[in-house]
């Protein structure tokens, strides 16, 4: 790839829990170019959103990023002060959250949290100014009767009006890279698909990156262009959403695609046989071989790292193993 806008590399985030140490983490590598869509997949619980939050320096006690490096834009967020780096969250990079009401105050009106959003990035800018842009960009994401819904509380909207409130205030300083973490799961099918058709609207016009953190393979299918799929702390595939789709290679992602209901099919769904296992105890080897169809002895003892199956395209599994890539599940 080229030169990034966002190059994470071994990250490592770990909570320090009372039960012992929780590796929500575990060494992972993401690279985002500028304007591109990718998707972060997986099931509750894989590091997903962890990774996003050491990102956004959002880490609540117990945890903490003990290793690794987060570049933006040529910057390691890293080596930063706790202010630069808010300088830059809500400027540069924002992120957009599942649940819209636990984001928005509920006493402030949503015209002026918008407001403030702005004008703490833009201090030369006039409150009347302020308003006018908000106004603007409340109409851009397609929010009826904008001046009026601007001196409105949270909860007088809808939850779809709600979730294109916080797109507005994620996108109204034209950031370069958009987190959106589950930002449809709470709506309903068709909000939701309004919702993505306007995300990937604004991205393509404002040329903005977006990491997509997502449970929903359809989802990525829609929206993104390159995929992480994520597994108990650990990136498990990656490489472009067209070649995944068309050529899976690692047996949880494909347990995930083989899980996605098919309306037109008679056939019972397909679940991955087993639960994700605790981070605290941790399966020696592969850490996906107790609920793997294609475990072979040497998945019980030991960890594999990362096989390049074909080119750009990426799988923790030894079915990958130096020119074993025709091994796909
Ligand atoms: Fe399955 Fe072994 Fe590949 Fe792990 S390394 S996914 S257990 S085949």
Same mark, same amino acid.
């Given at each position: $790839?080229?030169?990034? &806008?966002?190059?994470?590399?071994?990250?490592?985030?770990?909570?320090?829990?009372?039960?012992?140490?929780?590796?929500?983490?575990?060494? !992972?590598?993401?690279?985002?170019?500028?304007?591109?869509?990718?998707?972060?997949?997986?099931?509750?619980?894989?590091?997903?959103?962890?990774?996003?939050?050491?990102? $956004?320096?959002?880490?609540?006690?117990?945890?903490?990023?003990?290793?690794?490096?987060?570049?933006?834009?040529?910057?390691?967020?890293?080596?930063?002060?706790?202010?630069?780096?808010?300088?830059?969250?809500?400027?540069?990079?924002?992120?957009?959250? +599942?649940?819209?009401?636990?984001? &928005?105050?509920?006493?402030?009106?949503?015209?002026?949290?918008?407001?403030? /959003?702005?004008? &703490?990035?833009?201090? %030369?800018?006039?409150?009347? +100014?302020?308003?006018?842009?908000?106004?603007?960009?409340?109409?851009?994401?397609?929010?009826?009767?904008?001046?009026?819904?601007?001196?409105?509380?949270?909860?007088?909207?809808?939850?779809?009006?709600?979730?294109?409130? $916080?797109?507005?205030?994620?996108?109204?300083?034209?950031? %370069?890279?958009?987190?959106?973490?589950?930002?449809?799961? /709470?709506?309903?099918?068709?909000?939701?698909?309004?919702?993505?058709?306007?995300?990937?609207?604004?991205?393509?016009?404002? %040329?903005? /990156?977006?990491?997509?953190?997502? #449970?929903?393979?359809? !989802?990525?299918? +829609?929206?993104?262009?390159?995929?992480? !799929?994520?597994?108990?702390?650990?990136?498990?595939?990656?490489?472009?959403?067209?070649?995944?789709?068309?050529?899976?290679? #690692?047996?949880?992602?494909?347990?995930?695609?083989?899980?996605?209901?098919?309306?037109?099919?008679?056939?019972? &769904?397909?679940?991955?046989?087993?639960?994700?296992?605790?981070?605290?105890?941790?399966?020696?080897?592969?850490?996906?071989?107790?609920?793997? +169809?294609?475990?072979?002895?040497?998945?019980?003892?030991?960890?594999?790292?990362?096989?390049?199956?074909?080119?750009?395209?990426?799988?923790?599994?030894?079915?990958?193993?130096?020119?074993?890539?025709?091994?796909?599940?």
């Amino acid at each position: $790839m080229g030169d990034a &806008l966002l190059q994470i590399e071994d990250l490592h985030t770990t909570f320090y829990t009372r039960d012992g140490l929780v590796r929500a983490v575990d060494g !992972v590598s993401i690279e985002i170019e500028a304007g591109e869509s990718v998707g972060i997949v997986g099931e509750s619980g894989c590091g997903k959103s962890m990774t996003a939050m050491s990102l $956004m320096g959002l880490l609540k006690k117990p945890g903490k990023v003990d290793g690794g490096s987060i570049v933006f834009d040529g910057q390691e967020l890293l080596a930063m002060t706790a202010k630069d780096r808010r300088k830059l969250m809500g400027n540069r990079i924002s992120m957009i959250f +599942q649940e819209p009401m636990t984001s &928005l105050n509920p006493v402030i009106t949503v015209g002026r949290q918008v407001r403030e /959003a702005l004008l &703490l990035h833009n201090k %030369g800018m006039s409150r009347s +100014q302020a308003k006018e842009r908000v106004i603007q960009m409340f109409q851009l994401v397609g929010i009826p009767d904008a001046p009026k819904r601007y001196g409105e509380y949270p909860h007088q909207l809808s939850g779809g009006l709600r979730q294109r409130v $916080m797109i507005a205030m994620a996108m109204v300083c034209d950031p %370069g890279l958009l987190i959106a973490d589950e930002p449809t799961t /709470a709506l309903d099918v068709t909000i939701e698909a309004q919702i993505l058709r306007l995300m990937k609207d604004l991205q393509e016009d404002k %040329g903005t /990156a977006v990491m997509m953190i997502t #449970h929903n393979l359809g !989802v990525v299918a +829609q929206f993104c262009t390159r995929l992480y !799929v994520m597994y108990a702390g650990k990136v498990m595939e990656s490489g472009t959403v067209r070649e995944i789709f068309k050529h899976v290679c #690692h047996p949880y992602t494909d347990g995930l695609m083989r899980s996605v209901p098919d309306m037109k099919s008679k056939e019972r &769904l397909y679940n991955i046989r087993g639960m994700v296992p605790s981070m605290l105890h941790l399966p020696k080897g592969c850490r996906f071989c107790p609920r793997c +169809q294609y475990s072979m002895a040497r998945c019980f003892e030991e960890e594999p790292q990362i096989y390049e199956a074909s080119p750009g395209h990426f799988a923790r599994c030894f079915l990958f193993d130096q020119g074993k890539g025709e091994k796909r599940p």
